[in-house]
């Protein structure tokens, strides 16, 4: 989902944690101190990211489904007139997931390249269905690691569970040319490389990063940085 208002930043990404409850090969973690934003300094990003940016993302690292104040910190997000876009790992849906549901959030994004199709099937799943059919224009952005450089045993499982739960077909030469696929309405099925983060490998000499020309970042701690 994009917005375009003038504003001058598409997004703003704000960490409200940077605790996650996984421990991926594919993500680096962090060397920083782990620890939760507090309320006050969060409202204080809220109310000075709302010129400045369409749009915030409740994510840099981290899992912010658990941050105990989730849900009042997407409320919020809403009397300040900000939408919120939520990149989850999905683990947390159930318990957690009826926060998300609320109006001002327009995106949600589950990283479905740590699961296997089992937990995708009876963790991740339901919570789509169910917020596609009360919340029809929430966009929900389910994200593939299996092009290229990902080997994920269980990625072509996963595949072929969201064929069959959402009846469409999804090409199996997929490339970095056609990443998107509609799998029902505003579901989206989104499919990738690997991410490599600053600093995690040496560069591959492509990609070409936004940071301070559509978004910026602001870390647990209040720290303000150009992106990731």
Request: aromatic share 8%; net charge neutral; hydrophobic share 40%.
């Amino acid at each position: 989902m994009r917005v375009r208002s003038g504003k001058r930043f598409r997004q703003i990404y704000i960490e409200i944690t940077n605790v996650c409850n996984l421990s991926c090969s594919f993500c680096p973690g962090t060397v920083r101190e782990s620890g939760f934003m507090q309320r006050d300094i969060f409202e204080r990003c809220v109310k000075e990211a709302a010129p400045l940016a369409d749009q915030v993302y409740l994510h840099v690292m981290g899992e912010p489904l658990l941050h105990p104040e989730i849900g009042q910190c997407i409320s919020f997000c809403g009397s300040a007139g900000l939408p919120v876009a939520v990149t989850t790992n999905g683990t947390l849906l159930e318990e957690k997931g009826a926060c998300l549901l609320d109006p001002a959030v327009r995106q949600i994004n589950i990283s479905l390249h740590a699961h296997d199709a089992a937990f995708i099937e009876s963790r991740i799943l339901p919570f789509v269905l169910r917020a596609a059919e009360t919340s029809p224009e929430l966009y929900i952005n389910l994200r593939l690691w299996d092009l290229e450089s990902f080997e994920g045993a269980s990625s072509a499982d996963a595949v072929a569970l969201l064929e069959r739960v959402f009846g469409a077909s999804v090409p199996r030469n997929a490339s970095a040319h056609r990443k998107g696929e509609v799998l029902r309405g505003r579901i989206y099925l989104h499919r990738d490389t690997v991410f490599s983060w600053p600093g995690d490998a040496p560069s591959s000499g492509r990609g070409f990063c936004h940071g301070l020309g559509t978004h910026c970042a602001i870390l647990c701690d209040g720290t303000v940085v150009p992106c990731c």
